[in-house]
Nanobody, 125 residues
Framework: EVQLQASGGGLVQAGRSLRLSCAASGISFDTYNIGWFRHVPGKEREGLACINREGGDVYSNSVRGRFTISIDNTKNTVALQMESLKPEDTATYYC???????????????????WGQGTQVTVSS
């Protein structure tokens, strides 16, 4: 059974940092790239970052330079370090596994075969 467990969300003040973690089981990073996404009710789901097992990463324009995605192949985890958070970063954050290339995963936020449950990030001004 494939499971993606996202954690690390919370309430923070603007300008602070948070680190999200996605623990994967039942899938191989050889087959799937792992992406981070976010969703705000009433808006389209947004692809933020994606990484492959070699550590090759892709970011959306909205988070490039503030967010860093990393992978630990030994622990089957993917982290998203979020710096300089803004109120507009408030959303439910999800990790997902996709066989597509990371550029497509971030650009379309689609072709995700397996989703983790969301973790809420709230940034206060």
């Amino acid at each position: 059974e494939v499971q993606l467990q996202a954690s690390g969300g919370g309430l923070v003040q603007a300008g602070r940092s948070l680190r999200l973690s996605c623990a994967a089981s039942g899938i191989s990073f050889d087959t799937y790239n792992i992406g981070w996404f976010r969703h705000v009710p009433g808006k389209e789901r947004e692809g933020l970052a994606c990484i492959n097992r070699e550590g090759g990463d892709v970011y959306s324009n909205s988070v490039r330079g503030r967010f860093t995605i990393s992978i630990d192949n030994t622990k089957n985890t993917v982290a998203l370090q979020m710096e300089s958070l803004k109120p507009e970063d408030t959303a439910t954050y999800y990790c997902g596994a996709s066989p597509s290339i990371c550029e497509a995963v971030v650009a379309t936020a689609r072709a995700v075969f397996h989703w983790g449950q969301g973790t809420q990030v709230t940034v206060s001004s």
